[in-house]
């Protein structure tokens, strides 16, 4: 090989997507970091098999190859469902087995000589993920600034709401006039303190150090442990493995606090019960792509609980401001969790079906 091509089949592994040079038979010659990470096993293993074995119905791509290689046609493109490999197979007929998942198939020419096609697999969720954070961005962003300039709209006329009724509580020598003024400041000061809440992530500075996830966890942890000391477990599963990164703890804090509070608001049934249960898990994820910005490596932490699950009427709003899905509620705290994720170049996706909700925060590392 060429350094030239050595250079080109290193390209392929910045690329955020599956790539695999291979032969006209579906021989596999070459594949990208982000294909052996999402098969699970070596490149070396994969490029002892064919891209045929891939598919559940290899017949789509063995066409394509064909078409391709013979120059009739310049590119193909269809749908399929890729197989994981099993660890420490060799390929071949029948070893796909385990995990499905859809792929949009792109095949192309990469010589004239047709010795070389290359095939790119897209996973057909991932596109859809990507499209969703985006308009996600978009409409955090244009929510920040509503909420941000309500909030100050507000804030003036409530101090001269609040002041003018304390003036008057100083005029009144009736006891039941006075309660009337109490109910005015009373409601006033309740008022400011979801203003501040509001403007709380525009407010304070950004201050940032050696954050260690792990710590973090076992901070909100013992928070919600000392709040709900009996019919709770709060459990850990932690990749010991992950670095410490740079960002703003209390914010952190905050954010993976919210969400656990969240949690813990919707299984009150399970908490009476003694059956109610919050999993805190941290992965590494590779070939991260968060907005349109691609990341080599990311945190993954996932916030499981076994409740009823997000109603499906707020589902795909949760994280606006206002919204909540119970009865009092301010509908503050994911979308403070989600701007200070955000802050940090991070996300969080929402996964909710009845008995399993799971809000995963993916934030970039180093």
């Not at 982000?34 to 064919?50: A, C, K, N």
């Not at 047709?114 to 978009?138: F, K």
């Not at 909420?147 to 002041?163: C, D, F, Q, T």
């Not at 805190?280 to 590779?286: F, I």
Request: glycine fraction near 8%; include cysteine; aromatic fraction near 4%.
């Amino acid at each position: 090989m060429s350094p030239a091509d050595r250079d080109g089949f290193e390209a392929f592994d910045h690329l955020a997507t599956m790539v695999a040079v291979v032969s006209p038979e579906g021989r596999c010659l070459r594949v990208n970091a982000t294909l052996e990470d999402m098969m699970g096993v070596s490149r070396r293993t994969l490029m002892r098999g064919s891209v045929l074995d891939w598919l559940a119905d290899p017949t789509p791509l063995r066409e394509a190859l064909r078409l391709v290689a013979d120059n009739e046609v310049a590119s193909g493109r269809f749908d399929a469902v890729m197989r994981r490999l099993p660890l420490g197979s060799l390929g071949g007929p029948g070893a796909m087995t385990g995990h499905e998942w859809p792929v949009h198939v792109i095949v192309s020419q990469m010589d004239h000589q047709g010795e070389r096609v290359l095939v790119e697999l897209i996973e057909i969720e991932q596109q859809t993920r990507h499209d969703r954070e985006e308009r996600t961005q978009v409409q955090s962003q244009a929510n920040k600034e509503l909420v941000r300039n309500l909030a100050h709209e507000i804030k003036n006329p409530l101090g001269g709401i609040r002041g003018a009724a304390q003036l008057l509580q100083m005029e009144l020598s009736s006891r039941e006039l006075t309660e009337y003024t109490q109910v005015i400041i009373h409601e006033a000061d309740r008022l400011q303190a979801l203003v501040d809440r509001l403007l709380a992530p525009h407010r304070r500075p950004h201050v940032v150090s050696d954050v260690n996830i792990h710590e973090i966890c076992e901070r909100v942890r013992s928070l919600i442990l000392a709040e709900y000391p009996r019919g709770l477990v709060v459990e850990r599963d932690y990749d010991a493995s992950l670095p410490e990164f740079r960002g703003d703890r209390e914010q952190l804090i905050q954010a993976v606090l919210n969400i656990a509070q969240n949690a813990t608001q919707a299984l009150g049934d399970q908490i009476e019960r003694g059956d109610a249960r919050i999993v805190l898990r941290t992965r590494v994820a590779r070939q991260v792509t968060i907005g349109r910005q691609r990341w080599r490596l990311a945190l993954e932490l996932h916030i499981q609980d076994n409740g009823p699950g997000v109603p499906e009427a707020i589902r795909d709003r949760i994280f606006h401001p206002l919204i909540s899905g119970r009865e009092g509620g301010s509908g503050l705290g994911l979308t403070l969790a989600q701007t200070f994720v955000q802050q940090h170049q991070g996300t969080i996706e929402c996964d909710s079906v009845p008995g399993r909700t799971v809000f995963k925060l993916l934030i970039p590392l180093p």
